[in-house]
């Protein structure tokens, strides 16, 4: 199974149901031929994509954290936020500030 996210598809709310559609298969089968082939789980896969997205942004501009949130596809700042935190154990503002951008 082959999985593409174009950078305006992480804007987007997808359903494991439209993606497996897409792909052609069930939702449990496509679930499991994306694990297989990805290494993770659908969801876990768009929020890796968002949070690099996310990293970009805050390292080579200097959009408003807000404004970046939303570029990336999270509904907030503070769901970005809380997201970098618990993923990458670090805040946005911390990057930005390793960045030289605050």
């Known amino acids: 199974v082959k999985v593409a996210v174009h950078t305006g598809g992480l804007n987007e709310s997808l359903s494991v149901a439209d993606l497996a559609w897409v ?4 939702p449990g089968h496509f679930l499991r031929a994306f694990r297989t082939t990805v290494g993770q789980a ?13 990293e970009r942004l805050i390292a080579t501009s200097g959009l408003p954290l807000k404004a970046v949130a ?26 930005r500030r390793e960045a030289g951008r605050d």
């Not at 659908?42 to 996310?54: G, S, W």
């Open 23 to 26: 792909a052609g298969l069930s």
């Open 42 to 54: 659908p969801h876990q896969y768009v929020l890796d994509q968002r949070l690099m997205r996310a």
């Open 70 to 95: 939303t570029a990336a596809g999270f509904c907030s700042n503070s769901h970005m936020t809380a997201t970098m935190r618990r993923l990458r154990g670090r805040a946005p503002s911390d990057l």
